[in-house]
C-alpha cells in the first residue's frame, strides 16, 4: 500500500495568516492527490482533486499543487470557518490510503 | 442537491453482523462509483470499499475482505454494506460518499457502528 505523511501533523495560525501543508507519497502518484477538510463531529468536505482541481463550490483562497510525491496545499488567507484538520488521499492504486491529518486551529 | 443519507450503525456483539445502507438523491445514482470510507473514534479516514456504477467491480481494503460486502440498488439510488464477523477494531462512523474520477466528491452525514460486548 501507498503510504502518505502530512507536514505538520498540527499548526496554529492567525486569520488573515497564508497557511501551507505538505503531503508526501511513499511512491508516485502522478496528480491522483485529493485534499479534504474536517470539522470536530462534522463528515469530510472534499476540496481538492488532480492535485490541483477546485471541486464545485469550493472558494478559490484553496489551491493545491505538486506531482509525482510531493503536494501542497495553500489557503491564501485563513478564516475563522477554515480552521479545521485536513487530510491528503492518493487515488492512484487500491487501496486508497489518507495522510494522517493536519489539525489548523486559532493561535 | 446531492444527498446522501446513511442509516443502520448500532451497536453490536463482537462476532455479530450489521447492513448499512445510503440513500442517494440530486443525481443520477447509477452513473458513479460509491464508496464507503470509515473513521475510528478519534482517529482518521480509512478508505473501505468502492462499487462500479453497475456493480460488476468492487473493490475492498485487505482488512475487510472476506468479511464485508458492497453492493448497490441502482433501481432504488441505494448503496448498501454488508459486515459480518465484526470486530472491535470495526468501530467507527462509517460514511457513504460519491465518487467523481476516482475520489470522493460528496460525503454522507455518517453512521456509527459500535462493535462491543
Known amino acids: 500500500d501507498i503510504q502518505m505523511t502530512q507536514s505538520p501533523s498540527s499548526l496554529s495560525a492567525s486569520v488573515g495568516d497564508r497557511v501551507t501543508i505538505t503531503c508526501r507519497a511513499s511512491?508516485?502518484?502522478?496528480?491522483?492527490l485529493a485534499w479534504f477538510q474536517q470539522k470536530p463531529g462534522k463528515a469530510p468536505k472534499s476540496l481538492i482533486y488532480?492535485?490541483?482541481s477546485l471541486q464545485s463550490g469550493v472558494p478559490s483562497k484553496f489551491s493545491g499543487s505538486g506531482s509525482g510525491t510531493d503536494f501542497t496545499l495553500t489557503i491564501s488567507s485563513l478564516q475563522p470557518e477554515d480552521f479545521a484538520t485536513y487530510y491528503c488521499?492518493?487515488?492512484?492504486?487500491?487501496?486508497?490510503?489518507f495522510g494522517p491529518g493536519t489539525k489548523v486551529d486559532i493561535k | 442537491e446531492v444527498q446522501l443519507v446513511e442509516s443502520g450503525g448500532g451497536l453490536v456483539q463482537p462476532g455479530g453482523s450489521l447492513r448499512l445502507s445510503c440513500a442517494a438523491s440530486g443525481f443520477t445514482f447509477s452513473s458513479y462509483w460509491m464508496s464507503w470510507v470509515r473513521q475510528a473514534p478519534g482517529k482518521g479516514l480509512e478508505w473501505v470499499a468502492n462499487?462500479?456504477?453497475?456493480?460488476?467491480?468492487?473493490y475492498y481494503v485487505d482488512s475487510v475482505k472476506g468479511r464485508f460486502t458492497i453492493s448497490r440498488d441502482n433501481a432504488k439510488n441505494s448503496l448498501y454494506l454488508q459486515m459480518n464477523s465484526l470486530r472491535a477494531e470495526d468501530t467507527a462512523v462509517y460514511y457513504c460518499a460519491r465518487d467523481k474520477l476516482w475520489t470522493p466528491d460528496y460525503w454522507g452525514q455518517g453512521t456509527l457502528v459500535t462493535v462491543s460486548s
Open positions: 488532480a492535485a490541483s
Open positions: 462499487i462500479k456504477q453497475d456493480g460488476s467491480e468492487k
Open positions: 488521499q492518493q487515488y492512484n492504486s487500491y487501496p486508497p490510503t
Open positions: 511512491q508516485g502518484i502522478s496528480n491522483y
